[in-house]
């Protein structure tokens, strides 16, 4: 394939792509269409077109709107990628990448190829971003010996206009952007492929490095050893509430804050300072100040970006970031609206611009000129994108503002409604007028020179905040306040009528409170992702993948929606920092993310921006594998705890688990345990107790052992009786399942037969396993009902888990749903109830169908094998 590189443009309001076009080199033709609804009405005569997007839902989303002549195919993703089993970048050949094929792809590529075969033209229709012309190019490269017209299309909006719009101006592959994410890709396996089988050799197998994601852990233990290292400074506050001399209404009493203190400002640290200045102000006579007032503004926030609906998602709902993208996914491919079919509900949901359309502000003025008359300013307010931003796109906005949350209440979920909701009130808010309050401040002194503060607002206009019917609640908190917070809106009270110079009585004795200063919170994911964007790392479109990735490579692990390092997360960033400072440095990493703007932008090639990275990583590298990177696997660090079966001190080793303690006495003494952090340091992990019970079938005590899926009680008579118990029990614990004294043995091998714990739940296996595989279902006790049968109920297992039948099977068919209660129904008098779960909640059902019965909530299920 031979495409011309045409020279960087910068995006304007109105975006026109660059791609290939005929046998990937010619433009094609403008073509004019109708209103909204001619975009699939307009297409006879026109057959023979292919559109090829990513996404299953957004083919049938345009298939729909285009109608039958045109056919669309879907990529459902990438169809090439570099290879899994090898770095795929040659770094002595200008780092060419290696392409090819992906797994599993290979039908839908043969698919694509034969529906283009049979096409006139075709069209790339992938997302608008820099995977998305990604994945237009290898496409185009693979049909390119069909010497037919190929044509790139931006579909900024899954609306018939949006889709209008697109196919009238297709454009070329822009092959910057495409050079772009190629960079990005060498430069995420050059750091993959080269730090993961290092830490696999020096920690333990399964860990990984990235470019991006290893600097987000290090904010995560940089932030740690900062509340590590705070010291809390202990200070008081004093509030005092004062009352006006002359007035009789009981709702003039304000609340005030100690200020100053013989007219120097207030600074209280400790409860002997606190008493002083409490005997101070004791028998003090007040007076109004000074009354202040000022006319005050709350901006809108500008429409969302990808960063912000993240941080909104994360910070409102405690939506994970890969979980906001996923619902954003859904609403701009479509919906299913009744009478409409499928609609594309939002704009494209990549973008890091503020900018609005022209048409999309005259929308929303005509709405809120509608709804909202006085919040309609003059003309349509303009946000400032940030430097070195992507302009590509639009921001966040719903395709159709007249489609309100409240009318598709009925229509979607739970979860799309709600981020459909954010999405659509911040555009609207963000195309009215600020916010207007008073803002009062009163000083009340003291005839010794000590003075209180007391602020408080009134709203004079509410401006955006209509939109939420929040009348002004609120309206001073700053954009910081109201990303940190949980969406509440606070109103601070409104002062009563106050003038200068007039007295005031204080009411009761004044309020002390001690407090202590505060370490910087530990990140959650709203405040991770604006830290990463406001340091410039990685890309919105990433920061989902970057949150998902530390957590499952137990870097962090979350408690009460904060991120904390784990011991592994805290031991590879140490070692990643000792060993490469530049590739952990926040500053070189976000200087790389402005080389992959700059390739897109055409200010460099590709070749030189991998290169300005590879070769000083390339040195650090080297000193590293020379022995620059600790090997935690062959060293023994010493510890003070003693080992709890001989008394010698334990060391702290490194397995492919993680960390842990051995006897220092090995291998004399093999014990080992798990390390856990409590609040004196690291200590051995002491394994629960469990008293009381006992073997099911030696009756010998059970003991807690881990295993590498928790805990589990086993005999104690290990290995001569091998029977384990899943502990703790899930849920209501049942009691141990009587087993006849006269079990028989083993059918194949004589060996007895132990109680072991599967996927499925407990079951029967031979004592002699593995030699003897023998298996068998366990006796529940309860006899089959079935006149003349003499089998007995015991779980089976099918396509949809365990149920319950009889034993004689297939002599005997009848089969229960529920586990079997040996207690009779109270109703009809069957020989056992059977448990069923009905919202969530386990309930005792009679298994008979005309009886109906049903035990009350919250009786105890009783017996249950």
Known sequence: MTVTRKPARKATGSRTARGTGGSEGTKASSRKRGGDESVGGETSGRGGTLIVVESPTKARTLTRILGPDYRVKASVGHLKDLPASRIGVDVDRDYELEFEVSEGKKKVLDEIRQAARGAREIYLASDPDREGEAIAYHIASELSSLKKPIRRVLVHELTPRGIAQALEHPGEIDLHKVDAQKARRALDRIVGYSLSPLLWE??????SAGRVQSVAVRLVCDRENEINAFVPVEYWTILQTFHPTESGRETDAFEAKLDRIAGEKAEIGSQQEAQAVLERLSGENFRIGSVSADEKKRQPSPPLTTSRLQQEGARRFRFPAKKTMQVAQKLYEGVEIPGQGLTGLITYMRTDSVRLAPEAQEMARDYIRRNY???????????????????AHEAIRPTDVNRTPESLASVLDRDLLRVYQLIWQ??????????????????????QADSFRATGRRMLDPGFLAVRGARGKGAARSAKNEEEEDGTDEEEAELPLLHEGESVVALGPPDASQHFTQPPPRYNEASLIRELEEKGIGRPSTYATIMTTILDREYVEKRENRFYPTELGQTVNRLLVDSFPDLLNVAFTARMEEELDAVEEGDKVYREAVDDFYRPFSAELGRAKGGGMTNLKAKSEPTDIPCPVCGTLMVKKWGRHGAYLACGNYPACKTTRNIVQTESGPAPEVLPEAPGEVCQTCGKPMIVRKGRFGTFLACSDYPACKTTRPWPPKGQPSPPVPLPADLPPCPACGGAMVVKSGRFGSFLSCANYPACKTTRPLPTGIRCTRPGCDGEIVPRRGKRGVFYGCSRYPECDRTYPGRPVARPCPSCGHAFLMEKKTGGKLRLVCPEKDCGYEAPEGEDPGTSP
């Open 202 to 207: 020096r920690v333990r197998r399964g860990l």
């Open 373 to 391: 008359p006085q919040g309609l300013p003059s003309k349509s307010p303009s946000y400032r994108n940030k430097k070195g931003i992507q302009d």
């Open 426 to 447: 911040s555009f609207v808010e963000s195309q009215m007028l600020p916010a207007r309050y008073l803002q009062t401040t009163v000083i009340v002194e003291g005839d």
